[in-house]
């Protein structure tokens, strides 16, 4: 996962002290940013945590410390780093107040703590982030090409469940007996396998060219619509049933033929 200001602070060679928001330290940090502009909301894009000395702010004014933060939270800013010993020797209680009635994290910051190396730790953390998700791939495609060559669509669909983060779920429905044969000769499993469908699924018409009923309907998401007025439903059984092929034809499972 990438940074928060949670492993920031818990980062041993940083010593970050939380002064305000200790409960907002698990939001992610997209990027450690320093400006010491009275306004740096124009230059920010959300998600930053923002590092200052208040070489520009009066950040002992209550109002002004009220307006600055304010903004800072309504543009997305994360967290607000303050380096204590270098303008102000302790972070003025005005930005403190202003930080914890907006709901920001406030970390102070300690002299012998460059902004460079907050800054690097956030980018060794996101570059980090990114390896993961790279290999992490390249791991789920080898696990789903071996199971797609010999573990079966169980085996399958269990190590794509492993890989999407959310719910999963399997559907099975029964075969019923009177099913025509799949076109191409394959089997669709034994009673209870795991099976996908849409439309009607094993409630479905068979096509014209097998001479079979239609299946029971099972639990299935289709509707059909209603007869037209003065037309009586056709049953399946009322078909007329297909004409034997000519002497010498070879039966096949497109050319039906009587036995």
């Not at 949670?6 to 940083?14: F, G, Q, R």
């Not at 909301?41 to 923002?50: A, H, I, K, Q, S």
């Not at 590092?51 to 994360?78: C, F, H, Q, S």
């Not at 996101?126 to 010999?150: P, S």
């Amino acid at each position: 996962m990438p940074p928060t200001l949670a492993s920031l602070v818990h980062h041993s060679a940083l010593k970050l002290t939380v002064r305000a928001g200790e409960d907002r330290l698990d939001v992610p940090v997209r990027w450690a940013h320093v400006s010491e502009l009275a306004d740096p909301v124009p230059y920010m894009e959300g998600g930053e945590l923002l590092l200052i000395t208040a070489l520009k702010l009066d950040a002992e004014d209550p109002e002004v410390m009220r307006r600055y933060v304010k903004r800072l939270a309504g543009a997305g800013v994360v967290g607000l780093g303050f380096a204590v010993g270098v303008n102000y020797e302790e972070i003025p209680e005005a930005l403190v107040d202003a930080a914890d009635k907006e709901g920001l994290p406030l970390l102070e910051v300690p002299r012998r703590t460059p902004f460079l190396a907050i800054s690097k730790a956030v980018s060794a953390a996101i570059a980090a982030d990114q390896y993961r998700a790279v290999t992490a791939g390249f791991a789920a495609q080898r696990e789903l090409t071996k199971q797609a060559l010999g573990g079966g669509a169980e085996g399958l669909l269990t190590a794509l469940a492993g890989q999407v983060d959310g719910w999963d779920g399997c559907c099975t429905t029964p075969r019923a007996p009177s099913s025509p044969p799949h076109p191409s000769g394959r089997a669709d499993g034994p009673p209870g396998s795991p099976r996908t469908w849409s439309g009607c699924g094993s409630g479905r018409r068979p096509r014209a060219r097998w001479s079979a009923r239609p299946t029971t309907r099972t639990a299935s998401s289709c509707t059909r619509s209603a007869p037209a007025a003065g037309r009586a439903p056709r049953s399946p059984s009322a078909r007329p049933p297909p004409s034997a092929p000519p002497s010498g034809t070879p039966c096949t499972p497109r050319s039906p033929c009587s036995r």
